[in-house]
């Protein structure tokens, strides 16, 4: 008892260390990730500098605006753009040689530096949400920098706005306001005017587009021009194209039964038709126009014609004198996906066209072919989109081009070979699990058929087993010198891979398809698959066994995937449940664990055989139900908050939660016993009106509130987290005062139960080796536990907690917290926040023995408990955590929008090699001796034999 | 056969051997001894003396047992006077689980352990048919001492923590209360 006080104070001592240098990158992994990006907002861009590289920007569709070098797909920099709820568009525009990009969202406009992501200006609007957003492409005479002023367009109700915007500061320069009731479209400018382009309802059906035309210096309007197009613009999708920035902008749309391509050169009247000259002898799908954005290019597009199941594409040139469009070329129609991107050096425009087997570059002036480039991975997602960089060296060209896939997958190819690929997918992730390989599987098979045979039985089927196993001796041996090389020579920390800590997550994203990371490489993709039949899920859960993980959308269906191969095991069709939840029940009368469903208002779909078996439910209606296992029609019990209050959260202990020690030595060798009880549930309910939290200690099995506590002046609408495992649970929340005594801040709360106040005592039950919650002896059932709880006052919020989990339940365990006010995961020592710390007076001798040190109001977060440590780890909700076979180490995973993977070692690494420990020295140490002793041997027993003459 | 030969003479050593040393001259027998050189013919005179001296001593049995007797309690009592110099030690060496400490405490255990033992050992030289009956007593002193040393090791692994005597001691044979009922939880 002694040895473990001390070892628990080494523990404290040393809590938590941060991760090392050299561990970074090689225990931890961080997917920084942008979400899919917007195909009109991507660009390759130069940014001023000294070298010539270029950064790939775009905007996702969360709004995250950012850098990526295409050369590794790493993400320089990223900012997100959304300051209010609700879906917007976003925009982001750059130039070359600018070191600004303008990004927009929702009302709120903002200027960035290219290389750094640094704020230059920002701008919120209030009358509009910005609909269109350019970059003029000329500037003032005037202006001291190279960089170019923007003009937004805003939409509201029937009023379209646009405003110039200074380039260094943002200051508004001019504004045109139409209230013509118009939809706003779209703005583009020339070198000469700025464009507002808007669609004015026709008066029996379509759309007009009105070209307003603007000084592009005192934003006066110049001139108006309506084209005659109501009968084939019926939405504002139906527009295909406004050209942006082009010598000659053009205004693309094509008529309802595609058979024509309307093509009108922005600021004239001249509206040009193009015959589509569809050859396939199938229906065009999709119509895109591809056109240069620079100012000085030649004036030639691009458009693209797809079909179910093939493409064409066909080139223009436009007559800037006539206003007049010539085809100049086609691209022949080939089966399969195709993409095209566009780009320019210079004047010249080049056109790549990506298909499923190829890589094509052409020049826009001539169909003759640049360069070709065979893709060497074919993957079979299809291309959405594309943009691409042209480099001409010589006579030849190259490219590289950053495609979007179906899948969510963002993946740079350069000439034909896939550099990176950006799982942008998983910034969707809706359930993640920890699975396991199957491998263990058939070793613990064996063990348990020896487990259950006679003594004599199970001693031949293991020298069996040791039989079969030589086989694997060859290849064993074989690398047996391989290992030894590599463990004393490599300078890297040790390879832990077969103790577990290299596993598998699998996880399920928004857009319907499972991946499969590994934590022991990085995190890397290890498979991808398609599993929902339709194009998005929402996933409840997932639950994995070895070998199989099955994912539970909420239609009640189920789809199994091999854990190391991805493939579709089984798929359950869907039922007419709307599932709430999922329960996993481990009863004895199968071997594998049962999955329920839970509909929405919190009764199970299906009832279960066990004798002792409850269940725990919550509904939407914020109701929190125990049934019996055998009776899924009417519940055993009911928790329902006081008035006023609605049950916002539940948790539980985890389901594995191994506690290595029943009670807790005091500093004079005396134990305090720890109120241990799996079916403990705690449910968080607020009260908005009252502004309280109450925090309702559950038996699940007779639904008995063991403890009941109510925080005052709590601001309900910031994030309260609650976590609990073995006999403590802890919360979150925004104290505001209420009382003289309370704090105002973000609070941590900590309680732990105990079976009895007093030492030694283990309470009503006493030594009881098992207990009822509902055949008990006593009147009141189950006894109640014993609380003790301390406040913290913490810096940040926590908007997730959970528990660090390891084998047996030694290790100290970390309280892991989500703040998402500083993009970082910590995780918080368990001694530190021990309710039991003296306050106002130091610790006694003994209580400093126990590891208690005095108490302090405010807790800081100190540096080396951030898991996270220096990485931006934005948008986390849940923190996964699973043990390995290190007792010391626990996996912790975090996901929601990026995904972050570490290893936690508590109480530090105390049962693996650290990297001080060198296995040269003590390898030389060993020859040495033996060297000495086999030169001294020989002189000794010589010296001896002498003396024995000499006596 | 020819007549045996005499025996030849004896060497030059034995003779001088068996003969006494020839008297020294007088001039060298004035030549003092060198220092630290005793002569071996005075000191063996002494002896002989002292041992003259002692022997009608030893020579009565009721004066020989008396003798036995009483160092046979010296014996006895010998541990008893280790017991304050141990105290001190074991007091000064302090309850942490160190080297020296542990040495310490080995050694205190061993010694009344091993003398418990060597009980009969110990007083053999003095155990004769007529000292029997009384050494009976003197042995149960000699054990009651070796206790005492050995109460003391006790103590002090009591002090050092070693003794499972509290309840934390025993914890880990306690088992954690098993639920006769289990609640799965289905919480989204």
Redesign the interface.
Known sequence: MRLQAALFLAAWVAPAAAVYLDEVNHVDFHHALLGTPSPDSTFFLKPPSSSNASLLYTISDRLTAGAVNPRDGSLLWRQNLSRSDGPAAGFLRGEDGNNAVVGAAGGYVSSWGAHDGKLIWENHFTDGVVADLELLALQDASAKSDARDSIALLAADGTGIVRRMGADSGNIKWEYKDDGGDVPFQVSSSSTEVFYISLQSALLKGYKIKVTALDPVTGRQTRQLTLNSENDVATPESVLFVGANTASPLIVWADKSQKTVKVNVIGTKQVNSVTVDNTSGEEIKRITVHAPHKLNSLPHFLIHYATATGAWAEVYHVDLKSSEVNKAYQLPYLQGQSTVATSSIDANVYFTRITGSEVVVVSSASHGILNRWPLQSSSSDRALNAVAEVVSRGDSVAVRSATLLDSGDWQLIRNGQAEWTRHEALIGTMAAAFAEADDQEDLAHELEVEGHESLHGAYIHRVKRHLRDLQHLPDWLKELPKRIFSSLLTDEVTNLDSFGVSKSVILATENGRVYALNTGNQGKVSWSVKAAEAAAWNVKAIVTRPGVATIYPDDGSSVSVDVSTGDIIARTPPTNVKVHSIAVVDTESSPLPVTLSIREDGTPAASFEDKDGFLVTTSVDGRVLGWLAQDNKSPVWEFVPPVGQKVIRATARPAQDPVASIGKVLGDRSVLYKYLNPNLALVTSISEKDHTASFYLLDGVSGKVLHATTQKGVDTTQPIASAMSENWFAYSFWGDISSERSSKGYQLIISELYESPFANDRGALDSAGNFSSLHSSSVDGLPLPHVESQAFIIPEPISHMAVTHTRQGITTRLLLCTLPSSNSVIGIPRPVLDPRRPVGRDPTSAEAEEGLFRYAPFLDFDGKWFLSHGRDVSGITTVLSSPTLLESTSLVFAFGGDIFGTRATPSEAFDILGKSFSKVQLLLTVVALGVGVAVVAPITRKKQINMLWKA | MSQPLPPPPPPQWVVALNSPMPNPTKAASSIPDPPGFSSSKAVGKQREKQQKDQQPTTSKPEETDALKIKKAWEIAIAPSKQIPMNAIMMYMSGNS?QIFSIMMVFMLFKGPIQGLFNTNAAFAKFDTESTRAKLVGVKAVYVLMQLGLLALGIWKVNAM?LLPT????W??W???????????????
């Open positions: 689980l923590g509290t309840r934390s001691d914890l880990a306690e088992s954690e209360r098993q639920p006769l009922e289990r609640a799965y939880f289905a919480f989204s």
